[in-house]
């Protein structure tokens, strides 16, 4: 596996790149799609690759690992296999679930004792353990172990999480070190930058994970509620140090105008439930702004959903059927929603690569944000 660094944006801090792996190769900047349990939901895999055009899907180590459970993934011969997608995939280590299961976790220096969302009983992960799971899930990509900081958070927490971080990654990176992959591929690990929305630990973690060498970074902790200001600021502090040759990945954020403006920071990967979620409840993304599907106004129009003319699903589906659908709570209206947010997404992360490859990303961005802005 390697990166390749191909063009940085005149005006801006935007890079376009390719991550090369043994599942095929990734154009960034690039869009994740969210497979939580094995799969993005209420969408066929043949919709991810024809429709959507994902390059790359993530799994959930806490949620695959409770169900279907590790026996039942290796027995398939790994998340792949199992769940028949044969693009690169990504795995998150858990520690965005420490964080959401603040009522029924321990944390200690060892690990994190959870319990359960599915049927009470008591788990433990530590950063070893966290590494043994991803291998046996066989994402190409795995992330390392780490505490997620809620939003706000006082600052001795949130030094204190972040030097365990750190520790943690230690003994992530020697257990890789000490593994090999299980399905004849390749894995390589991502640490995660923490430090909530400090600056001096911002900066610190940066220059610690950086020390690893690691194959790409991530900066985790700004999707937890922070201001827009405070999301810039630090992605923009981090990218400033995290060496330019790696990949940069930044995990859980966000619309459409985020992943416009932390392009232009220097991000080159994204992950986000929102296109999917806000799909099932009638959110649509368009290039001229975000439509709430379920409104009145739109029950006779007969327009396309996205009135620029693109259309992100295999048939031109009306916002008044749709809106039908979405209101008579039809499986096919949320299918169609969904494939449309995703859709869009990796839509505009594609032209976002296009324009930083001709150089005039900058002025593109500065006309997109407002209108991805505009409530329709």
């Known amino acids: 596996m390697h990166f390749s660094l191909l063009a940085t944006d005149k005006a801006s801090k935007a890079r376009a790149g390719e991550i090369h792996t043994d599942h095929g190769v990734i154009e ?35 949620h695959l690992f409770l169900r279907p459970g590790l026996e039942v993934i290796e027995a398939a011969g790994g998340l792949h296999k ?11 280590s858990g520690g965005y679930q420490v964080y959401s299961l603040a009522g029924s976790r321990k944390i200690t220096e060892e690990g994190v004792k959870f319990q359960s969302h599915i049927d009470g009983s008591y788990h433990f992960f530590t950063p070893e353990r966290a590494i043994d799971i991803q291998r046996t899930i066989g994402a190409d990509i795995i992330m390392a172990f780490d505490e997620c900081t809620p ?10 999480s972040m030097h365990m971080t750190h520790r943690w ?27 909530s929305v400090y600056k001096d630990l911002r ?29 810039y600021e630090m992605t923009d502090l981090v990218c400033e140090i995290l060496p330019k040759e790696k ?27 929102m296109p999917s979620r806000n799909a099932r409840h009638g959110m649509l993304f368009t290039r001229n702004g975000i439509i709430n599907i379920k409104n009145k106004k739109w029950y006779k129009d007969f327009s396309p959903l996205d009135e620029s003319g693109t259309s992100y699903v295999d048939h031109a589906y009306t916002k008044a059927y749709l809106r039908h659908l979405i209101i008579s709570k ?7 929603a969904t494939i449309h947010n995703l859709a869009f997404y990796l839509t505009l992360m594609k032209e976002a690569r296009q324009h930083i490859l001709a150089g005039d990303f900058n002025e593109w961005k500065n006309a997109m944000v407002p209108k991805l802005q505009n409530r329709l």
């Open 203 to 231: 900066t610190l973690s940066a220059e610690a994970i950086s020390s690893f060498d690691a194959f790409g970074n991530a900066i985790g902790g700004l999707s937890v509620g922070e201001p827009d200001e405070d999301l």
């Open 330 to 336: 039809e499986n096919l209206g949320i299918q169609i």
């Open 28 to 62: 960034t900047p690039i869009f994740m799609p969210v497979g939580t349990a094995g799969t993005v939901k209420g969408v066929h895999q043949h919709e991810l690759n024809e429709d959507i055009r994902a390059e790359i899907i993530l799994g959930n180590t806490y």
């Open 151 to 160: 939003y706000p958070c006082d600052y001795k927490y949130a030094k204190r």
């Open 247 to 273: 990949p940069r990945y930044l995990m859980g954020v966000g619309t459409p105008v985020n992943l416009l403006e932390c392009i232009a920071l220097g991000v080159d990967m994204f992950d986000c439930v």
């Open 82 to 92: 199992f769940n028949g997608w044969n693009k690169p995939m990504l795995t998150d």
């Open 169 to 195: 990654l230690k003994r992530c990176m020697d257990q890789m070190k000490a593994t090999q992959p299980k399905y004849g591929y390749d894995q390589v690990l991502f640490p995660i930058v923490q430090g």
